[in-house]
């Protein structure tokens, strides 16, 4: 007998790379051609109606009704010119995926017959109902409307035959029901308060940007080993497999040279990307076999969170081109490492400031530290919440089991900028203003800065949120996550520091201080306040995790506990005093942080379950059957010189038998633990209850079924093996 998978590995090695058609013209030419973007604006919008367009664009101006219809109409003229027979509304609700729902470009003409029609309201918004996407119980009642509205500071683009609209999406009562809606608000937000901020530096700064450059890390397995494995195909993961005996010990998959397949696959990828207006840059190997990253250049934050939903939807859809899977999981494999997906976030200003850069002059420099400083604290008042929001069941593996970061959310500077930090925390204020003022010498001489930081190569990939020269990297977000979720809780943590920031220094000038003065005595009362959060060493070790308690930051493992930092004191106020979420909003996304949670465990254990009784019990009972019959007939021949000849295959007959009893066992526990979790009416304590009995007996039987893999004769075994799915590509 042989197994499904020795015909899925025939198929496997028989794959060839696909030809990939390079489009015409230069990257610079095919750029952008799929998005409707200002040149095609100009296009195809009559010259005032492309003013206002870019006035709503770029300055936020009010978009009206008469302006949509117009806008409308010619964004309806390219889209049919580029082939387009559908549109729809894109939008991303709260389960990490986009929505879409396809109209026609048709209308009834009242003749019997359809006239092509695309009107300015259906542009500017609709009603999807979409009643089936979680609201955590927003949409409970009777009224359970859901509005999708344009986010026109998001350019539409078009996917195959269908124009789509990047829009927000919102209750009838006005609440939030996804991510859009409440990431423009943080970063209007955080605009705001910065603004304020730079204009004690420099008068003539009107808008602060916020930047998201992210790195997107991914497996790829063969399409027909993946589809002989139902936990990848249901789960995302494999909830079991022998560890490969080669793994990722040699470090010889991490930048190493591109397999012919996967170089085919990313080519066609950053293709379509790049006519999305995706500028895809970097591409490589990653630590794991079979794993690889993507990363282009960083963007606007929304129109950057945009971008990586709809890479994640292209590398899906690409992959399968190519005789791929792709994995977005954070962990598809164990013992090898998982993916994340570094979020790069900075601030700039219209006018040129890089806020996280250092600059060539005091002032700027001063600005500089300024915003690492309210960062800084930022992330220290929030650190429970901002590991909140990018904690999930599927992140949990990765968090804390010694490859990503830990679950604990600490900042990483390097020395240099500790240095400056430290030292201008310990200089008194006067002193430091009386010696520039005098002698025109610059106490911390902070233009310096810059070429220490360019040469400061010193790295931490520990840290969960780590400062690399110009930027702030978020490490801990997620593979598969919406990078909004993260950017909301950072955007706006950094939002409310400042403007707390600027009431203290503001009250510090009313009372008759220096500018400059109070500027730097509010940083030196922040970098002390702050400095628990600071840590330089290495973030897997338990010592840091003794430490980081002593300090007093969030040490909590157990999602559905974090989720709860949703509705803290803390974070409640913080999202209502910028206006980005009220309370009901806040409880909304707690319930359904437990809800899924929930839901993906719950999954994760019938078709556990289902394989450990379908595929593993069967496979193993037959293999054993076969080492009966062998023990039987040795005895026959041999008689009782058989019982020592035998006594190994009768030890691998009571090995077999043991494990099958506990899988059997245990899976019958898992069903009885599921079946009590499953009655309780409360998200957050079923949550609980899955976190607490279902996950760790999951793991008690995988450990079975994971030595019954290591027993049982390979011909026979039912599922492709690690070693299969990690080196076939
Ligand atoms: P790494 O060394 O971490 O692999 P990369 O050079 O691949 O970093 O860049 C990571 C990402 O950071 C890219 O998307 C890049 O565009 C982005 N990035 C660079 N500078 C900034 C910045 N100032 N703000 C936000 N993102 C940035
Ligand atoms: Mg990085």
Same mark, same amino acid.
Request: hydrophobic share 40%.
């Given at each position: 007998?042989?197994?499904?998978?020795?015909?899925?590995?025939?198929?496997?090695?028989?794959?060839?790379?696909?030809?990939?058609?390079?489009?015409?013209?230069?990257?610079?030419?095919?750029?952008?051609?799929?998005?409707?973007?200002?040149?095609?604006?100009?296009?195809?919008?009559?010259?005032?109606?492309?003013?206002?367009?870019?006035?709503?664009?770029?300055?936020?101006?009010?978009?009206?009704?008469?302006?949509?219809?117009?806008?409308?109409?010619?964004?309806?003229?390219?889209?049919?010119?580029?082939?387009?027979?559908?549109?729809?509304?894109?939008?991303?609700?709260?389960?990490?995926?986009?929505?879409?729902?396809?109209?026609?470009?048709?209308?009834?003409?009242?003749?019997?017959?359809?006239?092509?029609?695309?009107?300015?309201?259906?542009?500017?918004?609709?009603?999807?109902?979409?009643?089936?996407?979680?609201?955590?119980?927003?949409?409970?009642?009777?009224?359970?409307?859901?509005?999708?509205?344009?986010?026109?500071?998001?350019?539409?683009?078009?996917?195959?035959?269908?124009?789509?609209?990047?829009?927000?999406?919102?209750?009838?009562?006005?609440?939030?029901?996804?991510?859009?809606?409440?990431?423009?608000?943080?970063?209007?937000?955080?605009?705001?308060?910065?603004?304020?901020?730079?204009?004690?530096?420099?008068?003539?700064?009107?808008?602060?940007?916020?930047?998201?450059?992210?790195?997107?890390?991914?497996?790829?397995?063969?399409?027909?080993?993946?589809?002989?494995?139902?936990?990848?195909?249901?789960?995302?993961?494999?909830?079991?497999?022998?560890?490969?005996?080669?793994?990722? &010990?040699?470090?010889?998959?991490?930048?190493?040279?591109?397999?012919?397949?996967? &170089?085919?696959?990313?080519?066609?990828?950053?293709?379509?990307?790049?006519?999305?207006?995706?500028?895809?840059?970097?591409?490589?190997?990653?630590?794991?076999?079979?794993?690889?990253?993507?990363?282009?250049?960083?963007?606007?934050?929304?129109?950057?969170?945009?971008?990586?939903?709809?890479?994640?939807?292209?590398?899906?859809?690409?992959?399968?081109?190519?005789?791929? &899977?792709?994995?977005?999981?954070?962990?598809?494999?164990?013992?090898?490492?998982?993916?994340?997906?570094?979020?790069?976030?900075?601030?700039?200003?219209?006018?040129?400031?890089?806020?996280?850069?250092?600059?060539?002059?005091?002032?700027?420099?001063?600005?500089?530290?300024?915003?690492?400083?309210?960062?800084?604290?930022?992330?220290?008042?929030?650190?429970?919440?901002?590991?909140?929001?990018?904690?999930?069941?599927?992140?949990?593996?990765?968090?804390?089991?010694?490859?990503?970061?830990?679950?604990?959310?600490?900042?990483?500077?390097?020395?240099?900028?500790?240095?400056?930090?430290?030292?201008?925390?310990?200089?008194?204020?006067?002193?430091?203003?009386?010696?520039?003022?005098?002698?025109?010498?610059?106490?911390?001489?902070?233009?310096?800065?810059?070429?220490?930081?360019?040469?400061?190569?010193?790295?931490?990939?520990?840290?969960?949120?780590?400062?690399?020269?110009?930027?702030?990297?978020?490490?801990?977000?997620?593979?598969?996550?919406?990078?909004?979720?993260?950017?909301?809780?950072?955007?706006?943590?950094?939002?409310?520091?400042?403007?707390?920031?600027?009431?203290?220094?503001?009250?510090?000038?009313?009372?008759?201080?220096?500018?400059?003065?109070?500027?730097?005595?509010?940083?030196?009362?922040?970098?002390?306040?702050?400095?628990?959060?600071?840590?330089?060493?290495?973030?897997?070790?338990?010592?840091?995790?003794?430490?980081?308690?002593?300090?007093?930051?969030?040490?909590?493992?157990?999602?559905?506990?974090?989720?709860? $930092?949703?509705?803290?004191?803390?974070?409640?106020?913080?999202?209502?005093?910028?206006?980005?979420?009220?309370?009901?909003?806040?409880?909304?996304?707690?319930?359904?942080?437990?809800?899924?949670?929930?839901?993906?465990? &719950?999954?994760?254990?019938?078709?556990?379950?289902?394989?450990?009784?379908? $595929?593993?019990?069967?496979?193993?009972?037959?293999?054993?059957?076969?080492?009966?019959?062998?023990?039987?007939?040795?005895?026959?021949?041999?008689?009782?010189?058989?019982?020592?000849?035998?006594?190994?295959?009768?030890?691998?007959?009571?090995?077999?038998?043991?494990?099958?009893?506990?899988?059997?066992?245990?899976?019958?526990?898992?069903?009885?633990?599921?079946?009590?979790?499953?009655?309780?009416?409360?998200?957050?304590?079923?949550?609980?209850?899955?976190?607490?009995?279902?996950?760790?007996?999951?793991?008690?039987?995988?450990?079975?079924?994971?030595?019954?893999?290591?027993?049982?004769?390979?011909?026979?075994?039912?599922?492709?093996?690690?070693?299969?799915?990690?080196?076939?590509?």
């Amino acid at each position: 007998m042989s197994s499904l998978r020795f015909d899925v590995l025939g198929e496997a090695f028989k794959k060839h790379p696909v030809e990939v058609k390079l489009p015409d013209g230069r990257p610079d030419e095919y750029f952008g051609m799929n998005v409707f973007n200002k040149e095609k604006m100009f296009k195809y919008l009559p010259s005032d109606v492309y003013a206002k367009m870019v006035d709503v664009m770029d300055k936020g101006a009010v978009m009206d009704r008469a302006l949509a219809d117009k806008v409308a109409e010619g964004m309806k003229k390219w889209a049919m010119d580029m082939g387009a027979t559908h549109y729809t509304h894109w939008f991303h609700p709260l389960t990490d995926t986009t929505a879409e729902k396809h109209d026609a470009f048709i209308e009834h003409n009242g003749k019997g017959g359809v006239i092509e029609e695309f009107e300015g309201k259906l542009l500017a918004q609709q009603e999807p109902d979409a009643s089936s996407f979680p609201s955590g119980g927003i949409r409970a009642t009777f009224e359970a409307r859901g509005y999708s509205a344009w986010d026109p500071t998001s350019p539409a683009f078009v996917m195959d035959d269908t124009l789509c609209i990047p829009t927000i999406f919102i209750s009838y009562t006005g609440e939030a029901l996804d991510y859009k809606a409440p990431l423009l608000k943080a970063l209007h937000a955080v605009d705001k308060a910065a603004v304020d901020v730079c204009r004690y530096f420099d008068p003539d700064v009107k808008k602060v940007f916020s930047y998201l450059g992210w790195e997107q890390e991914y497996f790829l397995v063969d399409d027909s080993l993946y589809a002989a494995r139902p936990d990848l195909l249901m789960s995302g993961r494999t909830l079991m497999g022998h560890n490969s005996a080669k793994n990722q &010990q040699l470090d010889d998959h991490y930048f190493g040279a591109i397999p012919e397949r996967v &170089q085919a696959f990313m080519k066609e990828l950053e293709i379509e990307a790049m006519k999305l207006g995706i500028p895809t840059k970097t591409r490589h190997n990653e630590v794991a076999p079979n794993q690889f990253e993507l990363a282009p250049i960083f963007e606007e934050t929304n129109l950057s969170c945009d971008h990586n939903m709809l890479v994640m939807t292209l590398m899906r859809k690409i992959a399968k081109k190519h005789g791929f &899977q792709c994995l977005l999981h954070e962990k598809p494999f164990d013992g090898v490492n998982g993916s994340g997906k570094h979020n790069n976030w900075s601030l700039g200003t219209d006018n040129g400031h890089r806020l996280m850069s250092p600059g060539k002059t005091q002032t700027d420099n001063l600005m500089f530290v300024t915003f690492v400083v309210n960062t800084l604290t930022a992330v220290y008042r929030h650190n429970a919440l901002l590991k909140a929001s990018i904690m999930s069941a599927t992140n949990a593996h990765r968090l804390g089991a010694n490859e990503a970061p830990p679950a604990i959310i600490s900042s990483f500077l390097g020395r240099q900028l500790t240095d400056l930090l430290d030292s201008l925390e310990k200089s008194s204020g006067d002193e430091l203003f009386k010696i520039a003022g005098k002698t025109g010498k610059k106490m911390l001489d902070m233009p310096q800065i810059p070429e220490l930081l360019i040469d400061n190569t010193d790295r931490n990939r520990t840290s969960p949120f780590a400062f690399t020269g110009n930027r702030f990297e978020f490490r801990a977000v997620g593979s598969e996550a919406n990078c909004a979720s993260a950017m909301i809780a950072l955007n706006t943590a950094v939002a409310e520091q400042l403007m707390d920031f600027k009431k203290a220094v503001d009250k510090l000038i009313a009372s008759g201080t220096d500018k400059k003065e109070a500027i730097i005595k509010e940083l030196q009362k922040l970098i002390t306040y702050s400095k628990p959060v600071r840590f330089d060493g290495n973030g897997y070790s338990d010592e840091w995790k003794a430490e980081a308690a002593r300090r007093g930051l969030d040490c909590e493992t157990c999602p559905p506990e974090i989720f709860k $930092h949703y509705t803290c004191h803390d974070s409640v106020q913080m999202f209502e005093s910028t206006g980005v979420m009220n309370l009901a909003e806040l409880a909304a996304r707690n319930e359904i942080k437990w809800e899924i949670y929930t839901k993906k465990i &719950q999954i994760e254990a019938r078709i556990f379950g289902d394989m450990a009784i379908n $595929h593993i019990i069967p496979v193993a009972t037959s293999y054993q059957s076969n080492l009966i019959d062998n023990v039987y007939k040795m005895k026959g021949i041999l008689g009782a010189e058989a019982d020592e000849l035998s006594a190994t295959n009768i030890d691998l007959i009571k090995k077999i038998a043991r494990h099958v009893k506990a899988i059997e066992d245990g899976v019958n526990q898992l069903v009885a633990a599921r079946k009590v979790a499953n009655v309780i009416e409360n998200e957050y304590e079923k949550a609980m209850a899955y976190y607490k009995t279902v996950v760790p007996k999951m793991e008690e039987i995988r450990h079975d079924i994971d030595k019954l893999e290591e027993i049982v004769d390979d011909r026979l075994w039912p599922l492709p093996k690690y070693r299969e799915l990690l080196f076939i590509c």
